[in-house]
């Protein structure tokens, strides 16, 4: 039956780990990667193993492709003729930005498929846990058609026909994540350095990274244009972040990061902002 079958493209961690949700769930499940080897494990479970693109692609209706990038599925896709997608939905559920993804669906559409965008909210171990979720863009009729086969591996956000809102979302996620992350690894370098654990940091680290309560003061006044310095200057923080750049000097640490930071608030204090509030800054990265 067409609706328990289905086609993975890609087998990185997250593509194996999306494979195996779908074997656990009783589907039939053809897989093409490029290095082949990497098939290996899944075959052992039962996918098949496609010998072309094309074969991967002529097994089914819908087709996962979880990549690097879009231009993997660029590379991929060409090594198969342009009808073999036609009549396909090609669930892509790699990282690229909102233009290259409009882009690769524009394509698509041009030679009879439809391509939904994914971006999944979860590391590999969490595909088919509860509570995960993917931001899914594109026709609502198709997610709807498909979503017990999509709903295997993670649950849907569902953001709307434009298929680059998810690639949006997905990046503005990531933006706050990777700099976000990297300040812990950077406050962990400073600790380690000064021989504190990773374990011993933990506590202090959870606390200073939840930032629930910060996030949810200055967002109205973001939305009603009010940059106030009646709580936090700019003054303040840029002052701040030097006496953070001078620690981790101190402590032989690498102060690229902060001398980052320090440069967004310098930045700031240049054009006079220095008696307003942090989120004024906005005008800063905003290039106004
Ligand atoms: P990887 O970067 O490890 O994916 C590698 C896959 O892309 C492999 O199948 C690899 O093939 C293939 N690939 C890369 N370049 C090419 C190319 N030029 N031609 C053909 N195939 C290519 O990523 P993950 O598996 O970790 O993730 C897949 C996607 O999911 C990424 O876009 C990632 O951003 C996203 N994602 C990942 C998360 C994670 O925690 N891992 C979390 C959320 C989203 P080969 O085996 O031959 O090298």
Request: net charge negative; charged share 25%; hydrophobic share 40%.
């Given at each position: 039956m067409s609706a328990n079958k289905v086609t993975v493209i890609g087998l990185g961690p997250m593509g194996e780990a999306m494979v195996n949700a779908y074997?656990?769930?009783?589907?039939?499940?053809?897989?093409?990667?490029?290095?082949?080897?990497?098939?290996?494990?899944?075959?052992?479970?039962?996918?098949?193993?496609?010998?072309?693109?094309?074969a991967a692609l002529s097994a089914g209706e819908l087709i996962v492709l979880s990549l690097t990038d879009y231009a993997a599925a660029d590379a991929i896709l060409a090594q198969a003729?342009?009808?073999a997608v036609e009549g396909k939905v090609v669930v892509n559920l790699s990282s690229d930005t909102p233009g290259t993804v409009r882009a690769a669906a524009a394509r698509l559409a041009a030679h009879g498929a439809v391509q939904l965008t994914g971006g999944v909210q979860v590391p590999p171990p969490g595909i088919g846990t509860p509570g995960a979720s993917t931001y899914y863009s594109g026709p609502e009729d198709v997610v709807e058609k498909h979503r017990a086969t999509l709903e295997v591996l993670t649950g849907i956000d569902y953001l709307g026909e434009d298929p680059g809102l998810a690639a949006l979302f997905y990046q503005i996620g990531m933006d706050m994540f990777w700099t976000g992350l990297l300040s812990y690894l950077h406050a962990q370098a400073v600790a380690e350095a000064n021989g504190i654990s990773a374990q011993r940091l933990l506590p202090i680290a959870l606390k200073t990274m939840d930032f629930g309560y910060f996030l949810e003061f200055y967002a109205?006044?973001?939305?009603?244009?009010?940059?106030?310095?009646?709580?936090?200057?700019?003054?303040?923080?840029?002052?701040?972040?030097?006496?953070?750049?001078?620690?981790?000097?101190?402590?032989?640490?690498?102060?690229?990061?902060?001398?980052?930071?320090?440069?967004?608030f310098a930045r700031g204090m240049e054009a006079g902002l220095g008696a307003d509030s942090l989120t004024s800054l906005l005008k800063v990265l905003r290039r106004q």
């Open positions: 074997l656990d769930n009783g589907y039939l499940v053809t897989v093409w990667n490029r290095t082949r080897a990497r098939a290996d494990a899944v075959a052992a479970r039962g996918a098949i193993v496609a010998p072309t693109v094309e003729p342009p009808s109205p006044r973001i939305s009603e244009g009010n940059h106030e310095g009646d709580v936090d200057k700019i003054s303040m923080g840029e002052a701040s972040i030097r006496h953070v750049i001078d620690t981790v000097e101190e402590s032989g640490v690498d102060s690229s990061l902060p001398a980052a930071v320090h440069g967004i």
